[in-house]
């Protein structure tokens, strides 16, 4: 018994190791027979009727805005949107994904200043702001910020909903979206019907997002986007459904979203 | 001459843990194929999502089994 066992995985073992060093010298050949597709692959695994979808959808580069290096890449991958966090840090506005050190913010924090972010993606027609904090100064530097800049689509986002009730007041012209992190926010959400009123859309974590919360926000006219998506099959499932906004790494889909075929 | 040395139980089940972390190898490299980028203290470096994190387990075992030597 013992020595069929030693037999059987010695040859498991030999079989497994040819198929590492296989991978390792057939490295792009092994694309194919994996689940790491080029996007020229996915491309040709879509339906016909999906690639009609996904012009149709707005591809936004995931905190892209936060790196300036990022944001010229993503910009350079024909993204519809640049998403950026927004901190403030001393008075000002910063692109930051993290929070800085308390006390000593003002001394080591290095993030790009709102507009140096804002002005990389200028090739970008779209911003999505994503506020992280939400002090009435802050809501006012933001307001200040964005009333002086109306040259571009823009998208509020933030998780508070207090925020976006005075965004409404004070940035008419945005679109304004609820982050929703949480199963439970999202149930505050159906419970709140004043809030969805005050909405243009919810911007909700991909797997709180059912084909039911899905169907919910449909009904209710909101614009639906998901974050973060970067599967390849999750984002058909999703571009299949209708969904709006697409938050993603993935600067390779980027050209498919923008409507371009001639994906590499 | 001698016969083939007997198989312990203990060998074959080595053996067999051994081929089982080797199928795991393959099924993360296979099913996490995608090209990333890895970059660390200003060093950056393109490969595959798969060996990066093998390569990160490899370190991470040989590192714990080295400290847990001394």
Redesign the interface.
Known sequence: ???S??L???A??AL??T??AA?VVF?AQ??R????LTPAQFREQLEVELLDEYPGVLGVAHNAGDDLGATFEAVAHDVDAVEIDVRSVGGELHASHDAPVPFVDTLFFRGPHLEEAWEAARLSDTIVLDLKESSRGYLERVRRFVSQRRDRRLIIQTQDAPSLRILRRTVPWAQRQQLIFTAGQLEELRNDRGLVAVLDGVSVRDRLLTVGVHAWLEQRGLRTFAWTVNDDRRMNELVERGLDGLITDRLDIMALLAGRRDLT | MTGARP???R???R??A??AA??A??LV???????VEVRLFGLEVQL??GWALLLALIVGFAGGATWSRR
């Open positions: 018994m013992a020595r066992i030693l059987v995985s010695r498991v073992s497994c190791l198929l590492l991978l490295d092994a694309e027979f994996t689940a790491g | 198989v312990t139980r060998a074959a089940l053996q067999a051994i081929a080797l199928v190898a393959v490299v296979g099913s996490n194929f995608v090209l595959r999502l």
